[in-house]
């Protein structure tokens, strides 16, 4: 078995810090939630924590595909018809960060997650570019790898 690459454990380490945080956050914030709160906001806080948590998924998702390949139980060309990062605007679109009526707490996570999505994003298409152009294009493969 190969030693996973260090940008593996990075971003494997990044991504569980900062499930760990949104998930704090969202218990607290669910924790102090009043009536008071105007409902389109609620919504909009919600709909951001929507936007990190799903971020993180695909992320996490992608880093155990990658953690398969290094352990020899899939292929790289597997895992990239498996387990890959959307390029839709709803994942990468910076969107909220800068919106004043947030928490600082929210935005901050949301500048984190969308950081990591970036840098995850671009790995993935790459290697999904050098195996076959035509993956990068593709729609996932939700089928059993064995």
């Given at each position: 078995m190969l030693q996973e690459p260090l940008h593996i454990r990075r971003a494997f380490s990044e991504t569980m810090t900062l499930l760990i945080e949104a998930r704090n956050y969202a218990a607290h914030f669910n924790e102090i939630r009043h009536e008071e709160f105007v409902r389109d906001w609620s919504l909009s806080v919600l709909c951001n924590s929507m936007r990190i948590t799903s971020r993180l998924a695909h992320i996490m998702s992608w880093i155990l595909g990658q953690k398969a390949v290094q352990a020899g139980e899939i292929t790289?060309?597997?895992?990239?018809?498996?387990?890959?990062?959307?390029?839709?605007?709803?994942?990468?679109?910076?969107?909220?960060?800068?919106?004043?009526?947030?928490?600082?707490?929210?935005?901050?996570?949301?500048?984190?997650?969308?950081?990591?999505?970036?840098?995850?994003?671009?790995?993935?298409?790459?290697i999904r570019e050098e195996l076959d152009p035509d993956l990068v294009d593709a729609e996932p493969d939700n089928k059993s790898i064995a």
């Open positions: 790289l060309e597997q895992a990239a018809r498996r387990f890959y990062i959307p390029d839709t605007e709803f994942y990468t679109s910076p969107k909220g960060n800068d919106d004043a009526t947030l928490p600082s707490g929210l935005k901050e996570l949301l500048r984190r997650s969308h950081g990591i999505y970036t840098r995850m994003l671009r790995l993935d298409l790459k």
